[in-house]
Every structure is written in structure tokens, then in C-alpha cells.
């Protein structure tokens, strides 16, 4: 069975510094790899995904993530974090090709942002 | 192009009473998923369907069914509502074309169980 985890609950970090936000896998095969974010109250939206290929992929708002097979892991990064990027982080695996109905998801990562 | 829409957005239920829960699509997307979304337990998925007729279970399917008559409908019922059952639910789309298996997420419903 594929899971996922997210090791940190929560991370603070100071405007303008660096963050990365790790997610661990274990799936059978090559997977599907997807980073969502949530705002308080608000539904989830795509911050960049791994299908195949590169595996260091660009996302929105500056993100990017890279895909390390030997290690599982599929972690998100940014240089320099903004007071609107506050909210909590969603890594997420699915089978490659049909099957992205059915994602296991991460716990979360909630991300504070010191001004 | 809304995307997927969902409704209500908040709902509060006695105990033993029953609800649909609507969602909807305009992407002609073929896949539609359910999941619940509770505290410190990230997403889990209710049930799935992969076309109009089709549908199936996923992790946390007990007291809840699902149906799909057309590609953009896929409404989730709960038929005896109970607090467990208290949670905010997410619908999403997602289409099976190569390179496009992106699930796009409603807004949500925040269910009040009580």
C-alpha cells in the first residue's frame, strides 16, 4: 500500500529565509508526486506535481521540488519565504498514468511565517 | 469555466439524519474522487469513480455512498449521519489523459455532525 509522510507538524520561519518542507513515499513503482497547499478555510490547490522526467520541478508562487528515487522522498523548496505563504502543505502519491483518482495523502505540514 | 463546485458549503446534521452532498465538474473530466479532510489526518478517500456508472471504494467508504449518472455529477450521500461522520469533504476532478492526471479540488463542505 503506497503512504506518505510528512515528518514536520509545523514549521516557523522568518520572512525572507529559506524553507524546505520534506515528504517521504513508499510506493511499489515510479509515482505520481504532487505538493498542494491549503489556506485556512479555503479548498487545496496545486503547487506543482513530478509525472516523469527532470526531477527538479518549478511550480507557483516560486516553489519547486525535487524527486529523489534512492532516498523516496520529494521535497519542497523555496529561497525566500513570504508572510503569504503561510498556510499548511500537502504532499501527496498516486499511481503513475490511470489511476490520479486515488491519492494518499500526507498529514500536512503547517508552515508560520515570522514577519 | 467554474472548475468543481460543491454544495452546500457548510451543513450541521442531528445524529440519524441523511444528506447529499453535490459536486460538480465542466472540465469533462473523467475520474471524480470524495475525500474527507480531518485534523492532523491530511485527506482520506471516501470513493472514486472512473467514468459515469462506475464507481468504487477507498479507504474510509463506511456510511457513505456514491453514484454517478453523468460526467459531472457526483454527489456523496450520507444516509444515517453520525459524529464520526463530522469533517470537511473535498470533491475532485481529474482528467486520464496522458500528462493531465491533475486532481483539481472544490472548495469543500464543512459537515456538523451532532
Known amino acids: 500500500a503506497q503512504s506518505v509522510t510528512q515528518p514536520d507538524i509545523h514549521i516557523t520561519v522568518s520572512e525572507g529565509a529559506s524553507l524546505e518542507l520534506r515528504c517521504n513515499y513508499s510506493?511499489?513503482?515510479?509515482?505520481?508526486l504532487f505538493w498542494y497547499v491549503q489556506s485556512p478555510g479555503q479548498g487545496l490547490q496545486l503547487l506543482l506535481k513530478?509525472?516523469?522526467?527532470?526531477?527538479l520541478v518549478q511550480g507557483i508562487k516560486g516553489f519547486e521540488a525535487e524527486f529523489k528515487r534512492s532516498q523516496s522522498s520529494f521535497n519542497l523548496r523555496k529561497p525566500s519565504v513570504h508572510w503569504s505563504d503561510a498556510a499548511e502543505y500537502f504532499c501527496?502519491?498516486?499511481?503513475?498514468?490511470?489511476?490520479?483518482?486515488?491519492?494518499?495523502f500526507g498529514k500536512g505540514t503547517k508552515l508560520s511565517v515570522i514577519p | 469555466n467554474a472548475g468543481v463546485t460543491q454544495t452546500p458549503k457548510f451543513q450541521v446534521l442531528k445524529t440519524g439524519q441523511s444528506m447529499t452532498l453535490q459536486c460538480a465538474q465542466d472540465?469533462?473530466?473523467?475520474?471524480m474522487s470524495w475525500y474527507r479532510q480531518d485534523p492532523g489526518m491530511g485527506l482520506r478517500l471516501i470513493h472514486y469513480s472512473v467514468g459515469a456508472g462506475i464507481t468504487d471504494q477507498g479507504e474510509v467508504p463506511n456510511g457513505y455512498n456514491v453514484s454517478r449518472s453523468t460526467t459531472e455529477d457526483f454527489p456523496l450521500r450520507l444516509l444515517s449521519a453520525a459524529p464520526s461522520q463530522t469533517s470537511v469533504y473535498f470533491c475532485a476532478s481529474s482528467s486520464r489523459l496522458p500528462g493531465q492526471e491533475t486532481q483539481y479540488f472544490g472548495p469543500g463542505t464543512r459537515l456538523l455532525v451532532l
Open positions: 510506493y511499489g513503482a515510479t509515482p505520481y
Open positions: 501527496a502519491v498516486g499511481p503513475s498514468g490511470a489511476g490520479s483518482y486515488q491519492l494518499t
Open positions: 472540465m469533462n473530466h473523467e475520474y
Open positions: 513530478y509525472f516523469s522526467g527532470d526531477t
